[in-house]
């Protein structure tokens, strides 16, 4: 069974930056794609970045292109979100979600496992 566990959520002032991390168990990184997504209260779920197992193919939103980074360590099973000059609109819980294809997408639909999400609040 995939587990996915979300950590690193928390409260940043405009401008402030976070490190989100998705430690996975139940299977071994290989052709897996994982994502974050991320929902704030009344919108719908976003895809924000993936990344790619097999050749580390990334994508992301344009929203956060050019401020947030998706990284993996194969080693310890976990992907990671940068989060760099955060602006108000970033506030949402994040979920990364994983399965087995590739290249990744930020599709809801295709994931058919997620984390509980963490929690990222911006202060203006």
């Known amino acids: 069974e995939v587990q996915l566990v979300e950590s690193g959520g928390g409260l940043v002032q405009a401008g402030g930056s976070l490190r989100l991390s998705c430690a996975a168990s139940g299977f071994t990184w290989r052709d897996y794609a994982v994502a974050w997504f991320r929902q704030a209260p009344g919108k719908e779920r976003e895809g924000v970045s993936c990344i790619s197992s097999r050749d580390g193919y990334t994508y992301y939103a344009d929203s956060v292109k050019g401020r947030f980074t998706i990284s993996s360590d194969s080693a310890k099973n976990t992907v990671s979100l940068q989060m760099n000059n955060l602006k108000p609109e970033d506030a949402a819980v994040y979920y990364c979600?994983?399965?087995?294809?590739?290249?990744?997408?930020?599709?809801?639909?295709?994931?058919?496992?997620w984390g509980q999400g963490t929690q990222v609040t911006v202060s203006s």
């Open positions: 979600a994983a399965d087995w294809f590739s290249p990744c997408t930020v599709v809801p639909g295709d994931f058919g496992s």
